[in-house]
């Protein structure tokens, strides 16, 4: 079914979704007044926040994608994240029945960290990729297909499991190939490769995670002390590519965390916050790393190209 029409018969108008929404609360509009605004399209964030408020789980998200499906923008993000210019596929031959499915920002904000991953899953013989999983081709309004390249080299590599260093790919992937998608947390607590925290640690969860905690569920098993502080901050501000429409919005998002100590596990939410504030990823401290988000995105996009 349209889901403009799930919206349109089902809002009661309560006002929640805007109250709890910086984007419809600076238009004044709810979920339902949104199905009449085409024009805001590409001013969601793509956060979820109005569907976990909202007493009919109705959500803005499915509105703006609906939106963004009838006039798809952004033709560059497209060209360059199908065709991903910085990928470094698996040279192996023969089975990896394990991939590490770096994606393409965690290995450019966290070169150091990822290339100790790399070495552990060469250490067990198994391959890894960068890549785009196209999560944003999809938010760019262009068809949700999955990647034939990855397909040919799941058939080709006989790969049971792909493992995704970053929560988006997580969600994009899941259920759309021919092998199990399981997060990198899974797998360093399968191998014992985890190093546990046992302070307390204040956890911004990314959008794609916040409200179903798939990928937290493993993390929090080694992080026990976690605190829930910034329930406020819907998104980092890079969600939905909104950022590009909503600027102030954005920046105003990534502000309303300042002088703080963050620990998350999406490496865009990392490279957004690390402006203001002292900023852990998991991954690097479970590992004993506990690296620095490095913000310098070319120069470490084309060594991780020719990472080997």
């Not at 910086?22 to 109005?50: Q, V």
């Not at 067990?124 to 990729?129: H, N, P, T, V």
């Not at 992080?223 to 590009?244: H, R, V």
């Not at 004993?288 to 913000?295: F, K, W």
């Amino acid at each position: 079914m349209d889901y403009l029409k799930i919206v349109k018969d089902n809002c009661i108008k309560c006002g929640l979704c805007t109250d709890n929404c910086p984007f419809l609360s600076k238009y004044s509009i709810n979920l339902l007044d949104f199905t009449k605004r085409e024009d805001l399209a590409y001013s969601c964030f793509l956060c979820n926040k109005c569907s976990n408020v909202c007493p009919k789980d109705l959500n803005g998200k499915y509105i703006s994608l609906a939106f963004r499906q009838n006039t798809p923008k952004y033709k560059l993000v497209k060209l360059t994240k199908e065709s991903y210019p910085f990928r470094n596929l698996p040279k192996r031959k023969g089975k990896s029945s394990d991939l590490l499915y770096l994606g393409c920002n965690f290995p450019t904000f966290y070169p150091e960290t990822s290339k100790t991953l790399i070495d552990l899953f060469k250490d067990k013989g198994f391959d890894f990729s960068i890549d785009c999983c196209k999560n944003p081709v999809k938010s760019s309004g262009y068809k949700d297909t999955p990647s034939k390249l990855l397909e040919d080299q799941i058939k080709n590599l006989d790969i049971d499991r792909i493992v995704t260093a970053c929560p988006n790919c997580y969600h994009q992937m899941k259920k759309k190939y021919d092998a199990q998608i399981i997060s990198i947390f899974e797998w360093l607590e399968e191998y014992n490769y985890i190093k546990d925290i046992n302070h307390e640690c204040n956890v911004f969860y990314p959008c794609s995670d916040r409200y179903n905690r798939e990928i937290f569920e493993v993390i929090k098993r080694h992080a026990p002390k976690y605190q829930d502080k910034f329930k406020s901050t819907n998104c980092c501000g890079a969600g939905g590519l909104a950022s590009k429409e909503e600027r102030e919005i954005a920046d105003g998002m990534t502000k309303s965390i300042k002088n703080d100590e963050i620990y998350t596990y999406c490496a865009t939410c990392s490279m957004r916050f690390s402006k203001y504030n002292k900023v852990h990823h998991f991954v690097s401290v479970f590992l004993g790393i506990d690296e620095e988000v490095n913000t310098d995105y070319l120069k470490n996009a084309l060594k991780a190209k020719f990472f080997k």
